[in-house]
């Protein structure tokens, strides 16, 4: 069994900040990569940012200079802080993990069951 627990969410007012964590938990051989998708209401699921075991990263064009994605591997967690904050951004936020389970397993995506975060003008 994998758990992804996300911790962060929130309200805050336009221009603000926020860091988003994701710690991945359980039976847990190794992690090919972990990041944030998010869905705002009426919405489909959208990646938002995503990081490689090799630190590899990429982002959505919406985020792009606002929003650093890093991980801890030791602690098998990812965290998202954003910055500057808009309406927009308002959604909730789900943390997934690419991971093997065991060594034979095959890479499988795990998902968190999402923090909210809402964002004043």
């Known amino acids: 069994q994998v758990q992804l627990l996300e911790s962060g969410g929130g309200l805050v007012q336009a221009g603000g900040s926020l860091r988003l964590s994701c710690a991945a938990s359980g039976r847990i051989w190794s992690i090919n990569a972990m990041g944030w998708y998010r869905q705002a209401p009426g919405k489909q699921r959208d990646l938002v940012a995503s990081?490689?075991?090799?630190?590899?990263?990429s982002y959505a064009e919406s985020v792009k200079g606002r929003c650093t994605i890093s991980r801890d591997s030791a602690k098998n967690t990812v965290y998202l802080q954003m910055d500057s904050l808009k309406p927009e951004d308002t959604a909730v936020y789900y943390c997934?993990?690419?991971?093997?389970?065991?060594?034979?397993?095959?890479?499988?995506?795990?998902w968190g069951e999402g923090t909210l975060v809402t964002v004043s003008s």
């Open positions: 990081i490689t075991s090799g630190s590899s990263t």
């Open positions: 997934y993990a690419d991971l093997w389970s065991t060594k034979w397993s095959g890479g499988m995506d795990y």
